[in-house]
């Protein structure tokens, strides 16, 4: 997946938190035990995708770092 596709996926993440949370301020008890395993999975996946592009960044500092030696 590239950097764009990445970003592009941690938007639609993090809309479907904003949306988890408008619904949770009128979840019952089971609602809010689907909606709260939901919310932790989608932060998962942010920090999958965070941990990705944190890695990319790194890879392009070293190979800026070698060019220029």
Do not use: P
């Amino acid at each position: 997946m590239n950097r764009r596709a990445k970003f592009l996926w941690m938007k639609e993440i993090l809309e479907h938190l904003d949306e988890c949370h408008r619904q949770w301020q009128h979840a019952d008890d089971q609602t809010e035990r689907y909606l709260a395993e939901a919310m932790k999975r989608d932060m998962e996946e942010l920090r999958g995708l965070c941990d990705s592009l944190r890695g990319e960044s790194s890879r392009g500092a070293r190979f800026h770092a070698v060019a220029a030696a």
